[in-house]
């Protein structure tokens, strides 16, 4: 059974720091472009980062840009998001999701297994 679980969030002041883990099981997703969504309630799940394959390409949300830093370790089968500085606006569920394909993507339809989510609370 494939399985996607996050770690790390949390309950954390404005301007503080929060590392977010995922890990797979159930298969290797080294071949995969991987990517953090995040949703906040009443609405939508919105693109946050993503990583390809490699780890050689990254790409960001423009809220998230000089604040969050993705990154893999393909032999460990984990990905991670370091946030700092870290707003009110950023408090979310926080997804982590396989892409089908190796390239990132900002596309929720293109990730085909994601984790169960994990809460991030900033207080102002």
């Known amino acids: 059974q494939v399985q996607l679980v996050e770690s790390g969030g949390g309950l954390v002041q404005a301007g503080g720091s929060l590392r977010l883990s995922c890990a797979a099981s159930?298969?290797?997703?080294?071949?995969?472009?991987m990517g953090w969504f995040r949703q906040a309630p009443g609405k939508e799940r919105d693109f946050v980062a993503a990583i390809s394959w490699s780890g050689r390409t990254t790409h960001y949300a423009d809220s998230v840009k000089g604040r969050f830093t993705i990154s893999r370790d393909n032999a460990k089968n984990t990905v991670s998001l370091q946030m700092n500085s870290l707003k009110p606006e950023d408090t979310a569920v926080y997804y982590c999701?396989?892409?089908?394909?190796?390239?990132?993507?900002?596309?929720?339809?293109?990730?085909?297994?994601w984790g169960q989510g994990t809460q991030v609370t900033v207080s102002s």
């Open positions: 159930g298969r290797t997703f080294s071949s995969n472009g």
């Open positions: 999701a396989a892409g089908i394909y190796g390239w990132v993507s900002v596309l929720s339809r293109e990730y085909d297994y």
